[in-house]
């Protein structure tokens, strides 16, 4: 099965002159940083993956135009996952959408108590969660990867994604870095043993001239959750739908 990305027109706050319709997500996102630093809930409920509930709302535009769409709820049914191990964040903003062709949003990865990418970034929902679904599903298992120290185990699947050697060709099986995070040179990574999935994160820092990310020195976060943990994310990102738009 194949996916192909398209960039939509950025319609983000970042992108335009500040607009009165365009949500100020920057609060937003200071209230999800201390979310996550300062849990309000015991930490064996929030290491529960809290499944999105999809309510259909029903609109008509100027022109007569009927449009159902599905939206996530908001607070904690935009988290999948333990944010303090592993989670998806997941957001669309109406104001950044002129229609539903993109469903434009925020996408986050946490690992380890640290959100990716660290800046508001446009992604394209609608697409980016159907890759990131599948590239959970089709993990790899490589034991002698799972058992390496954090930087250099994500030095190697660096390696192994993007080769130096041009006739070698490019093996995403540990990539699970959303279009918007790779943009951005977030990358996130993950390998499996027999039982446990080991997530590996990291921002870096693209040499121009060699056409390659600089892998001397860089922090990686990591966690690790189970596979039983791994599929109930799976389950709640294969329960959302955006924008099931129907003209009447």
Request: aromatic share 10%; glycine share 2%.
């Amino acid at each position: 099965m194949s996916f192909y990305i398209v960039r939509p027109p950025d319609l983000s706050k970042k992108a335009r002159v500040p607009d009165k319709d365009i949500p100020p997500y920057s609060a937003k996102i200071v209230a999800l940083h201390d979310r996550l630093f300062r849990w309000p809930t015991p930490l064996a409920e929030a290491s529960q993956t809290v499944r999105p509930v999809l309510p259909m709302c029903t609109s008509v535009t100027q022109s007569g135009r009927r449009t159902q769409s599905y939206t996530i709820a908001k607070e904690k049914r935009m988290i999948l996952g333990n944010p303090y191990k592993f989670a998806v964040l997941i957001d669309p903003v109406e104001g950044w959408n002129t229609d539903d062709t993109f469903c434009n949003g925020i996408l986050f990865l946490c690992v380890n108590g640290n959100i990716y990418p660290k800046e508001i970034e446009t992604a394209t929902l609608r697409y980016e969660v159907e890759l990131l679904k599948h590239n959970l599903s089709k993990l790899a298992t490589n034991q002698r990867l799972y058992d390496l120290p954090p930087q250099q185990a994500f030095m190697e699947i660096y390696n192994i994604t993007f080769p130096e050697n041009v006739d070698v060709d490019n093996d995403y099986r540990f990539d699970i870095s959303p279009t918007s995070l790779a943009d951005n040179n977030y990358f996130v990574f993950a390998v499996c043993d027999s039982t446990n999935v080991r997530i590996l994160a990291s921002k870096l820092d693209y040499e121009l001239e060699n056409s390659r990310h600089r892998l001397q020195d860089i922090s990686v976060n990591e966690a690790i959750i189970t596979a039983t943990e791994l599929k109930e994310i799976i389950s709640s990102l294969d329960n959302i739908a955006f924008n099931k738009t129907a003209a009447q």
